[in-house]
């Protein structure tokens, strides 16, 4: 059975309206944080982006949660020498319950240095050293490493962690999916698809740990919630690789004008129809998925947590 988190967006909250979200979160009922790694919001309607390890640290000392990454691109605009000593770092402050989820990121958050943004089988072959050196840099070892991406000398983390920092990784592909269950110690992918799940346990993820996500609009008044979402989080009705190949919030804006209100009703959970959030987290825990996290878009966060603490969480199978 599932164990249900909260999902803590950078793009759409400052650092302190984060905190206490968490803490409302934990009072709520959920059982593990998510938390977005970003440089830029997808737009500028959404108007945030702290620097996800300062926020985390203060996570340390506001909640008791499980918390991770969902999720930090280790390959451009962070090198992975430093992520790890992040997630090092992190781990020690959480008293072990940080996991580092990482994958292939957006050009929108790692193209700022003005490097070419690679192809995708690029990407994926960089984040597979990355996570090497990451691994390989956490055991407190000095590290070095000449590959075909990375070079690292002489360089070893003194603040590590008893237990190793497990990594998940992020796949909404076959290819990123099947890189998942080689080398991830999980999979994190944003789909309630059976057959995704399946490729990862069957191509080596075995009973390793599945997680997924969710958004949702919580509103007493269904129209005002699609409006929120529409203005707000339309760029998440974008087909295909734009998420991934966009540049700058301002290219998302232009995308976002092909995105209808319609469009957002029809495939985004909003209002506060209970039996309509228990059906969205519950087709994940039916795919298979072992912990699912979601977020609430709008203003109302009191409402939110209200309704998933005494309706939406007590009738969803759950892990104890």
């Known amino acids: 059975m599932p164990e249900y988190g909260y999902f803590l967006s950078c793009e759409q909250y400052g650092p302190a309206e984060l905190i206490e979200q968490a803490r409302m979160a934990e009072q709520a009922g959920f059982q593990a944080l998510w938390i977005s790694d970003h440089y830029h919001p997808w737009n500028g309607e959404q108007g945030q982006s702290p620097f996800v390890w300062s926020v985390i640290g203060a996570l340390s000392d506001a909640v008791s949660l499980p918390i991770e990454t969902a999720v930090t691109c280790p390959t451009m605009r962070i090198h992975p020498a430093v992520v790890a000593q992040a997630a090092a770092t992190s781990a020690v402050m959480t008293d072990g319950r940080f996991r580092l989820g990482v994958g292939t990121g957006e050009a929108l958050n790692e193209h700022i240095f003005g490097d070419a943004w690679p192809a995708a089988h690029v990407r994926l072959e960089m984040l597979e050293e990355a996570i090497l050196i990451i691994r390989r840099l956490l055991t407190g070892e000095e590290v070095n490493h000449h590959g075909t991406h990375y070079t690292v000398e002489n360089a070893r983390l003194y603040t590590v962690p008893d237990e190793p920092v497990p990594i998940d990784i992020s796949g909404f592909g076959p290819s990123a999916t099947k890189l998942a269950a080689r080398v991830g110690d999980g999979y994190i992918t944003m789909m309630p698809d059976p057959s995704m799940v399946e490729q990862y ?120």
């Open 201 to 320: 346990r069957k191509g080596g993820g075995g009973g390793k740990l599945v997680s997924g996500g969710t958004k949702v609009c919580y509103d007493t008044d269904r129209d005002a919630a699609v409006r929120t979402v529409h203005r707000l989080w339309a760029n998440e009705q974008l087909p295909g690789e734009l998420g991934q190949v966009l540049p700058s919030p301002k290219h998302f804006e232009q995308a976002q004008t092909l995105v209808t209100e319609d469009m957002v009703r029809d495939n985004r959970v909003c209002g506060d129809d209970v039996d309509e959030h228990v059906a969205e987290l519950k087709q994940f825990a039916d795919a298979g998925f072992d912990r699912v996290y979601v977020n609430q878009i709008g203003p109302d966060l009191r409402g939110f947590f209200d309704l998933y603490r005494t309706k939406v969480l007590p009738q969803l199978p759950q892990s104890a």
